[in-house]
C-alpha cells in the first residue's frame, strides 16, 4: 500500500505480519483453482493468511503469557490483564498494579533499534469494580526511504502506538464482563509520497474490547476459569486519501484454565485460547474485483466484515476451521514466589504456519515480580523473537499496605 518508498520498512513489518500471521505470500497471487481448492503452480496449497493493518496490536507483550505459548484469557489475573481480558481485574486481589515489559524486535538479523514497549496496570475500586489502563508503544527504527530508482530521499523513524482504558465489574460472585476503549495511532512513512503522488499520513482509529470472565471455586478448593473476549472493535484505517480502507486486526477469543491448588506450596495451572480474526478472508481467482474498485472483500464495513468473516473462506468450512490458532500452556507456582512455564503456540500452514515452543520463569518478592520468556520455532520459518528473550517486571503497589 505504501509502495516503493517502503522498501525497507518493508522488511521489519513483514516479519511482524509473517509472525502474527497477517502476512499473505506472493505465491497467493499465482494460484489456481483445481475442485474448489487453490494450489500454488508446485501443487502445495495456495497460502491464504488473513490481512490487517497494524498487526503490532496482537503482539503478546507479557513474558508470563508469552511463556505459555501465548495464552491468556483465562488464567489468573494480574496487570497484564489488559491486552486479553480486561474483565479478570474484577477479580483480582490487589489494590493496584503496574507492569512493564520491554520486547528486543528482529535482534537475530541485527538491529539493534526496533521493539516493542508495553506498559499496562490496575486499579481497584472496591470488590466489584477496577479500573485497567495500558500504553503499547512499537518503533519500527530508522529507515531509510527511497524514490522507485532507489535514491536516497530521507530517513524517518516510523512508530506505532495504543492508548487503552477498561472498565471491569462484577456481576455477580463468580462472572465479571469489562469494556475497554482505545485510541490507535500508526506512522509508517508519514510526509512521503506514494507513485501516483498521493501524500502518506498517519493511519488513526478508535475501536473497543468486550470481554467476560468466569471463575468457578471447586469443591476440592481448584479453580476452573472461563474467559471470553472480542477485541479490537473498530474503525478501517489507511495511511493515504484512499476510499479503500484495511481492516483492523480484530479477533474472537476463547479461553479455559484449571487451578490445581496441590498443597499449601504447590499450584499447577493448565490453560487453553483458541483465536480467530474477525476480519474478511482474502479472496482468490478472477473474481477478486468485481467493480474494477478494489478487492470486494475491502468495500465491506468493519462490523459487517466481522459476521461474514464465518463463512467467507474460498474453500468454505474446512478453510474456517484452518483460521483457528490454538494456544497451549502451564505454569507451574512454588509458594507463589516461583514459577515455571511452558507452553505452545499453532497455527495452519495455510494460514501464517506460526508453531513454536515457549518456556520461561517467573519470580516474585514481595512488591517486585519479574517474568521471563524464551521462544523456540519448530519450523524453518523466521521468527522476529528468534534468540530473544523476553522481560515484564510487574509490582504489587497494596504490598506497601501490609508492610504497615
Known amino acids: 500500500m505504501l509502495e516503493y518508498l517502503m522498501k525497507n520498512l518493508i522488511i521489519a513489518t513483514s516479519f511482524l505480519m509473517v509472525m502474527l500471521g497477517f502476512f499473505n505470500s506472493a505465491e497467493a497471487q499465482y494460484c489456481y483453482e483445481e475442485n474448489g481448492k487453490y494450489y500454488n503452480l508446485d501443487g502445495t496449497p495456495c497460502t491464504n493468511a488473513v490481512l490487517t493493518a497494524v498487526p503490532f496490536l496482537r503482539i503478546v507483550a507479557d513474558a508470563r503469557s508469552g511463556a505459555m505459548g501465548d495464552v491468556g484469557l483465562a488464567i489468573s489475573p494480574d496487570a497484564n490483564?489488559?491486552?486479553?481480558?480486561?474483565?479478570?481485574?474484577?477479580?483480582?486481589?490487589?489494590?493496584?498494579?503496574?507492569?512493564?515489559?520491554?520486547?528486543?524486535?528482529?535482534?537475530?538479523?541485527?538491529?539493534?533499534?526496533?521493539?516493542?514497549?508495553?506498559?499496562?496496570?490496575?486499579?481497584?475500586?472496591?470488590?466489584?469494580?477496577?479500573?485497567?489502563?495500558?500504553?503499547?508503544?512499537?518503533?519500527?527504527?530508522?529507515?531509510?526511504?527511497?524514490?522507485?530508482?532507489?535514491?536516497?530521499?530521507?530517513?524517518?523513524?516510523?512508530?506505532?502506538?495504543?492508548?487503552?482504558?477498561?472498565?471491569?465489574?462484577?456481576?455477580?460472585?463468580?462472572?465479571?464482563?469489562?469494556?475497554?476503549?482505545?485510541?490507535?495511532?500508526?506512522?509508517?512513512?508519514?510526509?512521503?509520497?506514494?507513485?501516483?503522488?498521493?501524500?502518506?499520513?498517519?493511519?488513526?482509529?478508535?475501536?473497543?474490547?468486550?470481554?467476560?470472565?468466569?471463575?468457578?471455586?471447586?469443591?476440592?478448593?481448584?479453580?476452573?476459569?472461563?474467559?471470553?473476549?472480542?477485541?479490537?472493535?473498530?474503525?478501517?484505517?489507511?495511511?493515504?486519501?484512499?476510499l479503500l480502507k484495511d481492516f483492523i486486526p480484530t479477533n474472537l477469543g476463547i479461553g479455559a484454565a484449571y487451578e490445581w491448588n496441590i498443597d499449601d506450596y504447590n499450584t499447577l495451572t493448565i490453560a487453553t485460547d483458541i483465536n480467530k480474526l474477525m476480519v474478511p478472508t482474502p479472496c482468490q481467482g478472477d473474481d477478486c474485483d468485481t467493480d474494477g474498485n478494489g478487492p470486494d472483500y475491502k468495500e465491506i464495513g468493519s462490523i459487517a466484515g466481522m459476521f461474514s468473516s464465518f463463512g467467507d473462506a474460498p474453500e468454505g468450512f474446512s478453510e474456517e476451521l484452518k483460521e483457528l490458532m490454538y494456544s497451549v500452556g502451564v505454569e507451574y507456582w512454588y509458594d507463589q514466589q516461583f514459577a515455571v512455564r511452558a507452553g505452545y503456540f499453532s497455527e495452519h500452514a495455510q494460514?501464517?504456519?506460526?508453531?513454536?515452543?515457549?518456556?520461561?520463569?517467573?519470580?516474585?518478592?514481595?512488591?517486585?515480580?519479574?517474568?521471563?520468556?524464551?521462544?523456540?520455532?519448530?519450523?524453518?520459518?523466521?521468527?522476529?523473537l528468534d534468540n530473544t528473550l523476553r522481560f515484564s517486571l510487574l509490582f504489587d503497589f497494596s504490598a506497601f499496605d501490609a508492610d504497615e
Open 351 to 384: 494460514k501464517g504456519n506460526r508453531k513454536y515452543f515457549t518456556v520461561g520463569l517467573g519470580l516474585k518478592y514481595n512488591i517486585f515480580g519479574m517474568n521471563i520468556s524464551y521462544l523456540v520455532p519448530t519450523t524453518t520459518q523466521r521468527n522476529p
Open 81 to 242: 490483564a489488559m491486552h486479553f481480558n480486561a474483565s479478570k481485574l474484577a477479580f483480582i486481589e490487589d489494590n493496584a498494579g503496574l507492569s512493564a515489559t520491554y520486547t528486543p524486535w528482529l535482534r537475530s538479523l541485527g538491529l539493534n533499534d526496533v521493539y516493542l514497549a508495553y506498559l499496562s496496570g490496575f486499579i481497584k475500586v472496591n470488590d466489584l469494580q477496577a479500573f485497567g489502563y495500558g500504553l503499547r508503544y512499537f518503533s519500527l527504527g530508522s529507515i531509510q526511504f527511497t524514490d522507485a530508482n532507489g535514491m536516497a530521499l530521507n530517513t524517518g523513524k516510523p512508530n506505532e502506538f495504543e492508548v487503552a482504558l477498561a472498565y471491569s465489574r462484577k456481576l455477580t460472585d463468580n462472572f465479571s464482563a469489562a469494556l475497554t476503549g482505545k485510541f490507535i495511532y500508526s506512522n509508517l512513512a508519514s510526509g512521503q509520497q506514494t507513485e501516483g503522488g498521493d501524500v502518506i499520513e498517519p493511519a488513526l482509529a478508535g475501536a473497543a474490547d468486550l470481554s467476560v470472565f468466569y471463575k468457578n471455586e471447586l469443591k476440592s478448593g481448584d479453580n476452573l476459569n472461563f474467559g471470553l473476549a472480542i477485541t479490537n472493535i473498530g474503525s478501517k484505517v489507511t495511511y493515504t486519501r484512499s
